[in-house]
């Protein structure tokens, strides 16, 4: 059974750094694109990075570019959300998703399938 | 607010057909596959519909999806209980090149 275990969240201050893990089972990991989701609380999903199975190409959003990294490692068939500088703004659950290819492609960026069960970053003073 | 555009909410009886609506434009919807994901209360989102119309195994026959120039739609017929939850649709935007999501639409059962 495929399955993604998300992990790492917690309170933070604004400012502060937060890494979270991504543990996947059931799949040939370094064949999947892998991408992280939030949604702040009570809102709708907000598409954060995506990674290449041989993590060759990382992409982010423009809210999150040059303050957040997403790297994995495919021995430990592990992906990551390295977050600094952290913002109230960021607050939200953090999802992992796995892709549908090994490499980024417009057609099927937005296919997610399956999701972690998400974490809580809080970000708060 | 949202890339693409959905009903912020709906509702139906037991046994009706409802149906989400989902509008965007010619870099998003126009031009790449529309995805539906559907969050039950309290747990992470899960792949209702790919490629526009196309049901993941498991996925029972009530739900469909369809797409038509710039917008898409998801049908709900045989409603049930266990239906009420949100929705998403979402897709690529060529302009913005990554994925874009609905605002979601929150599905009551009456």
């Known amino acids: 059974e495929v399955q993604l275990l998300d992990s790492g969240g917690g309170l933070v201050q604004p400012g502060g750094s937060l890494r979270l893990s991504c543990a996947a089972f059931g799949f040939t990991f370094s064949n999947y694109a892998m991408s992280w989701v939030r949604q702040a609380p009570g809102k709708g999903l907000e598409w954060v990075s995506v990674?290449?199975?041989?993590?060759?190409?990382?992409y982010y959003a423009d809210s999150v570019k040059g303050r957040f990294t997403i790297s994995r490692d495919n021995s430990k068939n592990t992906l990551y959300l390295q977050m600094n500088s952290l913002r109230v703004e960021d607050t939200a659950v953090y999802y992992c998703?796995?892709?549908?290819?090994?490499?980024?492609?417009?057609?099927?960026?937005?296919?997610?399938?399956?999701w972690g069960q998400g974490t809580l970053v809080t970000v708060s003073s | 607010q949202s890339v693409l555009t959905q009903p912020p909410s709906a509702s139906g009886t037991p046994g009706q057909r409802v149906t989400i609506s989902c509008s965007g434009s010619?870099?998003?919807?126009?031009?790449?596959?529309v995805y539906w994901y559907q969050q039950l209360p309290g747990t992470a989102p899960k792949l209702l519909i790919y490629?526009?119309?196309q049901r993941p195994s498991g996925v029972p026959d009530r739900f469909a999806g369809s797409k038509s120039g710039t917008s898409a739609s998801l049908a709900i017929s045989g409603l049930r209980s266990e239906d009420e939850a949100d929705y998403y649709c979402?897709?690529?935007?060529?302009?913005?090149?990554?994925?874009?999501f609905g605002g979601g639409t929150k599905l009551t059962v009456l």
């Open positions: 979402a897709t690529s935007d060529d302009s913005l090149n990554r994925p874009v």
């Open positions: 990674i290449s199975g041989s993590a060759g190409s990382t």
């Open positions: 010619s870099s998003n919807i126009g031009t790449n596959f």
């Open positions: 490629r526009n119309n």
């Open positions: 998703a796995k892709g549908v290819n090994r490499v980024v492609v417009a057609a099927t960026l937005s296919w997610f399938d399956p």
